[in-house]
């Protein structure tokens, strides 16, 4: 053991030279950054000159420390965002070709089979038990830069964010670079996502961004979305958009994910007063399906609920001039709900009780029976009264129980 120790410690150039090749050519993440590169090379020569001794003079290799320069790596890897799993890899592929270059050496010095595996074995131990120790000292650096990094950046991205949505930038590239995400000439969808489960999971912002990449994909965003937390369970996220989706095509990239998300979002546009303006429009959609709580459906646009929003202000106010202006068809029932339902659908439809039965499934003559039921249970001329009446009607809709009356 200690004259392979010797004879690595001659070559040590050749093993770094060896390892540096394999890792660069096989880890795709730890390619193209020259100052990353020169910080492995020397995270690998600090690991060789680490190690060596341990060999040679046969200590406790268990008790090996992480050279400098490899747990600077690891920190330097984390704040780049390249993913945990390179840096183990890393010291995987390290790790098997340190041990058959080892191997090799002993090869050309022993000739006695059984000396061979008793120092291949004991190779192997000493190899795994430094590669155990460093990597858990390395990872626990990588770990507690990722988290530093990311709280500084995240308060970075926040406060650019915060003041985008407030003013127009003086330094529009910097604000871009620092964000990367670009702002001017592109189509932005504003979302806001949610949700419940958060309340048992103190990391669930994770996967409300993993969501927001997932959902992106979904609707052919050909880069990265814009995210950020907000709190453990609700994020707010930009999506650059090559086209507009309809609501149809969210509601069905969203279902497709199965998450369990809720997703408020404003309308597209292009360019920075876009940006802005479709987080207002989304800020409004969440406030109407927050009101709305269960009966919230799992997305909503502010295209469909925008005339809503400002019902949400006063819910006690709003809940008593339904009741005013619908009188008991605002009844929380399943036989006013269908009676609430089928007028909605004929106030839409410009009063066409064909149109009304087509969009509802029914025969004309049972929307004419409801529509003829639902005017009596409000007490007044749809005619005379019809905004109100469509108003109420759209906030039965969206905002479920908080504005009905309970069953006496």
Known sequence: MAAVGEELSHGRGTLVRKLYQRLSREIMELRGDAGLDKLLIASIEGNVETVLPFLQYGADIGAAEAPPAATEYARRLAQHGIPV??????????????????????????????????????????NFAYIDSVTEQVLEAYEEERDRWLQDRNATREALILQLLDSEPDDLAGVETTLRYRLSHRRHLSLIVWSPLAEQAGTYVANLARFTNDLADELGCAQRP????????????????????????????????????????????IGISAFRRSHQQARQAYKVMLAAADDAPMVATFSEIGAIAPLCDDLPATKAWV????????????????????LRAFLLSGSSYTATAQQLA??????????????EEICRRIELHRLDIEIALRACHWLGRSVLTELA
């Open 323 to 342: 009741a005013e202006t619908l009188g008991r068809l605002a009844l929380d029932d399943p036989s006013h709900a269908r009676l609430r339902e089928t």
């Open 362 to 375: 029914l025969h004309r003559n049972s929307v004419l029976y409801r529509v003829r039921r639902a005017e």
């Open 226 to 269: 814009l995210f950020l937390p907000r709190d453990q369970g609700t994020g707010w996220a930009w999506l650059p958009l090559a086209h507009t989706p309809t609501r149809g095509n969210l509601m069905e990239a969203v279902q497709k994910l199965a998450a369990g998300i809720s997703v408020a979002a404003g309308e597209a546009g």
């Open 85 to 126: 799993r390179a840096l183990v890899r890393a010291y995987r592929l390290a790790q098997d070709t340190a041990l058959q270059h080892a191997l090799a050496i002993v090869e050309t010095k022993v000739s006695d089979p059984q000396l061979v595996a008793a120092v291949a074995r004991r190779l192997a131990t000493a």
